[in-house]
């Protein structure tokens, strides 16, 4: 049951994306700004956090954010990347094609990342059928911009 729950989870983050990118694109449009847009969204989702943390009383481990490599912190700009990207190619692209190539991205990368055991818990070789499962993005991608 547990696995059930991170399961929707999962799914359902998934599926704001494209909200959020749309509303963020909006937003762009409204600024006049694309690049503002973004930052505008992780102002309000830092808002939004720090709320979280507030409330749930989470804690922090100081020596163990001290401890990690400089090249941990990377992910916040990779974040600012993702969404500012989002909030440029979301209007010009529409919300299937850019989902889409997102997806095949993400699958591409997870893949390499699963085999090298790169970040991961569990590495899991590549293997035929994982190839597959990417074509098969790939070619849903080639479809959702064909028709």
Same mark, same amino acid.
């Given at each position: 049951?547990?696995?059930?729950?991170?399961?929707?989870?999962?799914?359902?983050?998934?599926?704001?994306?494209?909200?959020?990118?749309?509303?963020?694109?909006?937003?762009?449009?409204?600024?006049?700004?694309?690049?503002?847009?973004?930052?505008?969204?992780?102002?309000?989702?830092?808002?939004?956090?720090?709320?979280?943390?507030?409330?749930?009383?989470?804690?922090?481990?100081?020596?163990? &954010?001290?401890?990690? @490599?400089?090249?941990?912190? /990377?992910?916040? %700009? !990779? +974040?600012?990347?993702? $969404?500012?990207?989002? =909030?440029?190619?979301?209007?010009?692209?529409?919300?299937?094609?850019?989902?889409?190539?997102?997806?095949?991205?993400?699958?591409?990368?997870?893949?390499?990342?699963?085999?090298?055991?790169? &970040?991961?818990?569990? @590495?899991?070789?590549?293997? /035929?059928?994982? %190839? !597959? +499962?990417?074509?098969? $993005?790939?070619?849903? =991608?080639?479809?959702?911009?064909?028709?």
């Amino acid at each position: 049951m547990d696995k059930l729950i991170w399961i929707i989870v999962a799914l359902l983050s998934g599926a704001v994306l494209p909200i959020q990118a749309g509303l963020n694109a909006r937003m762009g449009v409204a600024a006049q700004n694309s690049v503002y847009a973004a930052a505008i969204s992780f102002v309000v989702g830092t808002v939004g956090l720090i709320i979280y943390i507030l409330v749930t009383r989470q804690t922090v481990s100081i020596d163990g &954010l001290r401890e990690v @490599p400089i090249y941990f912190w /990377l992910g916040g %700009l !990779l +974040g600012a990347f993702y $969404v500012t990207a989002l =909030v440029l190619v979301f209007p010009k692209l529409g919300p299937g094609l850019t989902f889409g190539l997102i997806v095949a991205g993400q699958m591409i990368v997870a893949v390499v990342l699963d085999h090298f055991n790169v &970040l991961v818990a569990h @590495p899991t070789p590549i293997n /035929l059928m994982k %190839l !597959l +499962g990417i074509v098969l $993005v790939i070619i849903g =991608v080639v479809i959702i911009r064909k028709y």
